[in-house]
């Protein structure tokens, strides 16, 4: 009601309220990201919350090493692919998280937090070896939605398109790709900038009078 009247109160909040990033052991710069939320989620299941009242810790790398990989399966175009995401495959992967886990745990433990907290639920603090915090993050872990690379960019055999994000399929000019996917890897935060970043840096190349030359002789053949 408070929202509806006076438009502000909690419902005002974002999501995530506090951001913040922090350094593994098996890093030389922040190497994983936190947000934490004013709600108490329940485990593995977005957007549900759990009956106690509470706060929520996210952890997630910044740039993982394990690579998965997208399918087409059939030849109709409306067919969904395979998309496997062979999340945690990289050994680095895994101990960044556990141990991100652990950092989770260390905020919460400051005596300026720690005086509020009664318990943990999730993943609950019996939940302590390495081996345990690994299980909870195969079970309960989720994306957080920064899929890139799947015609990444780069001069070797395997990359699909080249540093001016033209694609090399043999038979094929004129076509660029500008999106999240040519991104060789991970960006280090949240990716949506980078594409924007991407896409001012796109029509630069584009406009650029050796490209709309290009583009003009190959009209001039097609006619
Ligand atoms: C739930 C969610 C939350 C996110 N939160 C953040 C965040 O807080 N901060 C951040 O930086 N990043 C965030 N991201 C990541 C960010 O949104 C993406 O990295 C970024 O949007 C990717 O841009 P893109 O152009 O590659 O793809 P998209 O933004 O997905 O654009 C693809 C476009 O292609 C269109 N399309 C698809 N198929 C066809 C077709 N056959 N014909 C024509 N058009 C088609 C789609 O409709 C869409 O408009 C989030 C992503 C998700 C899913």
Redesign the pocket.
């Given at each position: 009601m408070r929202y509806v009247v006076s438009g502000t109160g909690v419902l005002t909040y974002s999501a995530a309220i506090v951001g913040g990033f922090a350094r593994t052991l098996h890093a030389n710069r922040p190497d994983v990201q936190f947000v934490i939320a004013p709600g108490s989620f329940a485990a593995g299941r977005i957007g549900v919350l759990e009956n106690e009242p509470g706060i929520s810790c996210g952890v997630w790398q910044m740039r993982p090493e394990s690579r998965g990989h997208v399918h087409i399966r059939s030849k109709d175009v409306a067919a969904s692919p395979m998309i496997a995401p062979s999340y945690l495959t990289n050994e680095l992967d895994r101990n960044t998280m556990v141990e991100g886990l652990r950092i989770g745990r260390k905020i919460f433990a400051q005596p300026e937090i720690a005086r509020f907290i009664v318990d943990e639920t999730v993943p609950g603090r019996a939940v302590e070896s390495d081996e345990a915090l690994l299980q909870y993050v195969r079970k309960n872990g989720s994306t957080v939605?920064?899929a890139v690379g799947t015609c990444r960019m780069g001069e070797d055999p395997m990359s699909v398109v080249d540093s001016e994000l033209r694609v090399r399929v043999r038979g094929m000019t004129g076509l660029r790709i500008v999106?999240?996917?040519v991104m060789p890897t991970i960006t280090s935060t949240?990716?949506?900038?980078t594409?924007l970043m991407l896409a001012e840096r796109a029509a630069q190349i584009i406009r650029s009078p050796q490209a709309v030359g290009v583009a003009n002789q190959r009209s001039t053949k097609t006619v």
């Amino acid at each position: 009601m408070r929202y509806v009247v006076s438009g502000t109160g909690v419902l005002t909040y974002s999501a995530a309220i506090v951001g913040g990033f922090a350094r593994t052991l098996h890093a030389n710069r922040p190497d994983v990201q936190f947000v934490i939320a004013p709600g108490s989620f329940a485990a593995g299941r977005i957007g549900v919350l759990e009956n106690e009242p509470g706060i929520s810790c996210g952890v997630w790398q910044m740039r993982p090493e394990s690579r998965g990989h997208v399918h087409i399966r059939s030849k109709d175009v409306a067919a969904s692919p395979m998309i496997a995401p062979s999340y945690l495959t990289n050994e680095l992967d895994r101990n960044t998280m556990v141990e991100g886990l652990r950092i989770g745990r260390k905020i919460f433990a400051q005596p300026e937090i720690a005086r509020f907290i009664v318990d943990e639920t999730v993943p609950g603090r019996a939940v302590e070896s390495d081996e345990a915090l690994l299980q909870y993050v195969r079970k309960n872990g989720s994306t957080v939605y920064h899929a890139v690379g799947t015609c990444r960019m780069g001069e070797d055999p395997m990359s699909v398109v080249d540093s001016e994000l033209r694609v090399r399929v043999r038979g094929m000019t004129g076509l660029r790709i500008v999106d999240a996917s040519v991104m060789p890897t991970i960006t280090s935060t949240n990716t949506n900038a980078t594409v924007l970043m991407l896409a001012e840096r796109a029509a630069q190349i584009i406009r650029s009078p050796q490209a709309v030359g290009v583009a003009n002789q190959r009209s001039t053949k097609t006619v």
